[in-house]
């Protein structure tokens, strides 16, 4: 069983990090190439809101790791993804930390998803570290 907890965290690590690489992808060279066709601009400027709520929110899974109750879990997972999200859409309502001037409804609602995505995988991976026990 411990051998299954660091494989999960390994996966859930590299996941992150190929997140990132998507990140900066898309920061770098996806945007900047595909300009003249408006549904993939949308669809690519959304995409770091929700990388940044999908990733916060994996990165919040390693909790069920560890060995503490599922209620404490699952506590810690949904509160720091709902207070990821909070920021998230504060942060399209009045910009104040990062370099967005505008707020934008699509921005709003790819981090909505993104959250959603992650407390999802929680949900599997919890069915899934129950079932091993």
Not at 63 to 89: E, G, H, N
Request: net charge positive.
């Amino acid at each position: 069983m411990r051998f299954l907890k660091h494989r999960r965290a390994l996966g859930l690590f590299l996941f992150l990090l190929f997140l990132e690489a998507l990140y900066f992808l898309n920061r770098d060279y996806l945007r900047p190439t595909f300009r003249s066709n408006y549904y993939v601009v949308l669809l690519l400027g959304s995409l770091p809101n929700f990388l940044a709520s999908l990733g916060a929110g994996l990165f919040f899974n390693f909790p069920i790791l560890l060995d503490i109750s599922a209620l404490k879990q699952r506590w810690f997972v949904y509160v720091i993804t709902i207070i990821t999200l909070f920021l998230l859409i504060l942060e399209e309502l009045t910009p104040c930390m990062f370099g967005s001037r505008v707020g934008d409804i699509n921005d709003m609602i790819a981090s909505v998803i993104g959250s959603i995505i992650s407390l999802l995988y929680f949900e599997k991976l919890k069915s899934g570290s129950e079932l091993d026990r």
